[in-house]
């Protein structure tokens, strides 16, 4: 009799409840399997977190729930210390937190930019997001007139994945449903313009004017001037096609060009396609111009904006802050 009741007493002792949440908080923390881990491997790594049983309760848990412990997959999980025993197996036999990297697509940057940096990241190899985003070659989320992705490709932090599993295609299209939900999805109202109209106005105010704040001011001069008939006179579509944006011999030489269909001192009306990618300052600044008496402006050296009423005005600014 006393032999029965002392096994009663040891079962009883190791008996786990696997649904019964942990002791400690709801706080996420990181838990990392091994590659080629057990469950009796990473079973002193859970019972120090408070997650798992040690001794027979826990030989007692593997014994009576192979399923739930033979499926274990190497890499990060988000745990918590309040789970139960069932729920951290769960979760550790699921997908494990992907080893994404953060990369940077700076505003304004065009989509030979962003070929660049990904390159130099050693995420792709040289021009191999420029040829997707340049023949519009993923499913697009929404109607893109423009011929190339030029200007639709929301410029953010992304999190990506790292060289070796990185996928051009892929950000391209989470760069477009970024744009989407930032900006499209949010204008029905274009004021009479139509998107491509406004994203390629967008893309010349993101280089035109450094200040978010000034952009309507300049949105309102350049859509003037295009109801007009004007030409635009905006010199940042003349180093859209640039190898470096910041070649002078090759701008000048843009300038001179009639033959450049992004010369917007000779050709009149709205290049062919945005010239870059522009932030929501700027697609807002083309959506909502600010009505006023100039149509003109320059920088000063200090990168003042300086608007003007007509020709005479602008030239006297011309001469007075040294700007052709």
């Known amino acids: 009799m006393a032999r029965w009741i002392g096994l009663f007493a040891l079962f009883a002792v190791g008996c786990v409840d696997p649904d019964r949440p942990g002791p400690g908080d709801s706080a996420p ?25 040690g001794g027979i309760g826990w030989k007692l848990y593997v014994r009576q729930n192979p399923a739930e412990v033979t499926c274990l997959k190497a890499g990060k999980f988000e745990l918590r210390h309040d789970m139960s025993l069932r729920e951290v197996f769960h979760t550790l036999c699921g997908a494990p937190i992907p080893d994404d990297v953060p990369f940077t697509i700076v505003e304004g940057w065009r989509i030979r930019d962003i070929d660049e940096a990904l390159a130099a990241g050693g995420f792709i190899a040289p021009g191999a997001y420029a040829e997707i985003a340049n023949s519009k070659g993923v499913t697009l989320p929404f109607p893109i007139e423009s011929t190339t992705l030029e200007g639709y490709l929301y410029p953010e932090t992304y999190q990506v994945p790292p060289p070796g599993k990185f996928d051009p295609a ?17 204008h029905s109202d274009l004021g009479g313009r139509t998107l491509h109209e406004v994203v390629v106005m967008a893309s010349m105010l993101e280089r035109e004017e450094p200040k978010p704040e000034q952009r309507p001011l300049v949105a309102g001069i350049l859509w003037k001037r295009i109801d007009k008939g004007w030409q635009l006179g905006v010199d940042a579509t003349s180093r859209y096609q640039l190898a470096d944006w910041n070649d002078r011999k090759a701008f000048l030489e843009k300038l001179r060009d009639p033959g450049d269909p992004y010369n917007t001192r000779i050709h009149k009306g709205l290049p062919p396609t945005a010239i870059g990618n522009p932030a929501i300052s700027s697609l807002e600044a083309a959506v909502a111009p600010v009505a006023s008496e100039y149509w003109y402006y320059l920088h000063d050296g200090t990168g003042t904006l300086r608007p003007s009423r007509n020709a005479a005005e602008h030239d006297a600014l011309r001469a007075k802050y ?3």
């Open 29 to 53: 923390f990181v838990f990392e399997v091994p590659a080629g881990s057990t469950a009796s491997g990473i079973q002193p790594a859970l019972q120090a977190e408070g997650l798992a049983p």
């Open 170 to 186: 892929d950000l391209i299209v989470r760069q477009l449903t970024t744009f989407d939900e930032v900006f499209r999805s949010k």
């Open 322 to 324: 040294d700007v052709y």
